[in-house]
């Protein structure tokens, strides 16, 4: 199940959500309520740009510029990771 | 049950994730299944402030990422705000286990000032006469239901924790639309577990299996219906599954307590194995109790294990069960849970449990301190 998400949404990590660099385990890592997700490096550069300020759209812009690769699949890409946070109770989507 | 392995021969020591503070074992409720131990510390033997701050920095630096504030009610400790305080200062994701009583408005705006990650309140029923008659507390609920306004008034995470039993499992529709009428994010669903004080109490509280059943349904439904709305993580009751839970992950692998006086437990319940003898870490180094003590020792890995466990293909997935219960029900800690099908026990636990489920009337025994000596000093909070 995907979220539909339109490209002026603001996506913002819920407050109890946060990334942190784990030095113990080398890793960048998604903390949550009992939950700690470990993020891989695509994970971490969305989440990097995730900032409640930005718009989807202006997110996707910028990891597309960043890392050089085709808008659709890094709008793909952004959105079902975002969906699979926002069913999980960590992220919302602020539609203007 | 053999010696401990050398340490170079011995299972691979992993970096914990989780510590739980009992930071006090106070508490203004008297719930019949509160899984602290029946011998309760006293205020007296308490950690510090000072001591709990140097043990929150040492689990940051062996690599523990949460640290779960529990009791008792932590919010006894009159230092909870600097508790929290230091936590954040030691870069924890710090997870407040509170009944709710003895919070108020302007504590939980001082918690969340100090960098407080996620509150998890504790519902013992769905209306005041449930949830005041378990809880042993009049007026609780209330309370309760204001800590979680409070809570989703500061945006911070709410989870709701209900433990279920026999007299309000069939309520668990009611427990799953409270929690999203209250704006928690998250419920915890947790079948009474019969250790600590539940034990006293398994002819009141034990489940029926219908119960159970029809209680597994309800969460599968809810969970399809609520996603993105609750998440719920749930416990069933082991006694009439197939296979045992898995006991934290793995004995000694993932997590870690500390009792109110300081003592480093591998569970909550680890001091009913009588042989297991526990460091302090008034005495020594947090790192070297998770890496050398008796009690986390005793049971890493999969050496300790005997038949059928030990030849079985499940052992990883979940290390034989729960040591507790092997410990309280098969008189052995290191034997097959006997909640596992393939234990020589299950068949009597299964046949315990079902009339333990059918008995009527049974008296409920509420968790309290013992009487004290000289009855001019009493201990409140
Ligand atoms: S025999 Fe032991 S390892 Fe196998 S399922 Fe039962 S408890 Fe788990
Ligand atoms: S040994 Fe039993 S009581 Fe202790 S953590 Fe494991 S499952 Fe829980």
């Known amino acids: 199940m995907?979220?539909?998400?339109?490209?002026?949404?603001?996506?913002r990590l819920l407050k109890g959500v946060r990334?942190?660099?784990?030095?113990?385990?080398?890793t960048w890592?998604?903390?949550?309520?009992?939950?700690?997700?470990?993020?891989?490096?695509?994970?971490?550069?969305?989440?990097?740009?995730?900032?409640?300020?930005?718009?989807?759209?202006?997110?996707?812009?910028?990891?597309?510029?960043?890392?050089?690769?085709?808008?659709?699949?890094?709008?793909?890409?952004v959105r079902t990771f975002l969906s699979s946070l926002v069913e999980r109770r960590m992220l919302e989507i602020d539609v203007p | 049950?053999?010696?401990?392995?050398?340490?170079?021969?011995?299972?691979?020591?992993?970096?914990?994730?989780?510590?739980?503070?009992?930071?006090?074992?106070?508490?203004?409720?008297?719930?019949?299944?509160?899984?602290?131990?029946?011998?309760?510390?006293?205020?007296?033997?308490?950690l510090s402030t000072q001591e709990w701050v140097d043990v929150f920095q040492q689990a940051a630096d062996?690599?523990?990422?949460?640290?779960?504030?529990?009791?008792?009610?932590?919010?006894?400790?009159?230092?909870?705000?600097?508790?929290?305080?230091?936590?954040?200062?030691?870069?924890?994701?710090?997870?407040?286990?509170?009944?709710?009583?003895?919070?108020?408005?302007?504590?939980?705006?001082?918690?969340?000032?100090?960098g407080l990650d996620h509150v998890q309140l504790s519902l013992q029923g769905v209306d005041h006469e449930t949830a005041d008659l378990y809880g042993g507390y009049k007026g609780g609920f209330d309370r309760k239901i204001a800590v979680a306004g409070w809570t989703v008034k500061l945006g911070l995470p709410l989870t709701i924790n209900?433990?279920?039993h026999r007299h309000n499992l069939s309520t668990l529709d009611l427990m799953i639309d409270l929690a999203v009428n209250l704006g928690a994010r998250r419920l915890e669903?947790?079948?009474?577990?019969?250790?600590?004080?539940?034990?006293?109490?398994?002819?009141?509280?034990?489940?029926?299996?219908?119960?159970?059943?029809?209680?597994?349904?309800?969460?599968?439904?809810?969970?399809?219906?609520?996603?993105?709305?609750?998440?719920?993580?749930?416990?069933?009751?082991?006694?009439?599954?197939?296979?045992p839970k898995a006991c934290m992950g793995g004995w000694a692998s993932t997590s870690l307590n500390i009792a109110p006086d300081g003592q480093v437990l591998p569970c909550h319940a680890a001091p009913t194995i009588p042989w297991l003898t526990f460091d302090n870490v008034r005495q020594r180094p947090l790192k070297e109790i998770w890496t050398h003590s008796e009690a986390f020792n005793?049971?890493?890995?999969?050496?300790?294990?005997?038949?059928?466990?030990?030849?079985?293909?499940?052992?990883?997935?979940?290390?034989?069960?729960?040591?507790c219960q092997a410990m309280a029900l098969a008189g052995d800690a290191a034997a097959t849970d006997p909640a596992c099908s393939k234990s020589p026990l299950h068949a009597d636990l299964l046949a315990a449990a079902e009339a333990a489920s059918s008995t009527r009337d049974a008296d409920l025994t509420y968790r309290r301190m013992p009487a004290l000596k000289q009855p001019a000093r009493t201990h409140n909070a």
């Open chain 1, 2 to 11: 995907t979220t539909e998400i339109p490209e002026t949404a603001r996506p």
């Open chain 2, 162 to 164: 209900a433990v279920m």
């Open chain 2, 189 to 243: 669903v947790a079948t009474v577990q019969f250790h600590g004080w539940a034990e006293k109490n398994k002819a009141a509280l034990m489940p029926t299996r219908e119960q159970v059943q029809k209680a597994g349904e309800m969460v599968h439904a809810a969970r399809q219906r609520l996603t993105g709305v609750l998440v719920i993580d749930y416990v069933p009751a082991d006694y009439y599954a197939t296979y």
């Open chain 1, 19 to 26: 990334t942190r660099f784990d030095k113990a385990r080398d």
């Open chain 2, 298 to 323: 005793a049971f890493r890995g999969d050496e300790w294990m005997q038949e059928p466990c030990r030849s079985c293909a499940r052992k990883a997935v979940d290390f034989g069960g729960c040591r």
């Open chain 1, 29 to 77: 890592l998604l903390l949550a309520p009992e939950r700690t997700l470990e993020l891989d490096a695509v994970a971490a550069a969305i989440l990097a740009e995730v900032d409640g300020v930005r718009s989807f759209g202006e997110v996707i812009d910028t990891l597309a510029a960043k890392y050089d690769a085709p808008r659709e699949r890094i709008s793909a890409d």
């Open chain 2, 1 to 46: 049950m053999t010696q401990v392995s050398a340490p170079r021969a011995g299972p691979r020591i992993q970096v914990p994730m989780a510590m739980l503070a009992e930071l006090t074992h106070r508490c203004p409720l008297a719930c019949p299944y509160c899984s602290n131990p029946v011998d309760l510390v006293r205020r007296s033997g308490e």
């Open chain 2, 62 to 114: 062996l690599g523990v990422l949460h640290l779960h504030l529990s009791g008792g009610e932590p919010a006894a400790r009159h230092d909870l705000e600097e508790l929290v305080a230091a936590s954040t200062g030691a870069e924890l994701y710090s997870n407040l286990i509170t009944s709710g009583v003895g919070l108020t408005e302007a504590r939980l705006e001082k918690l969340a000032a100090n």
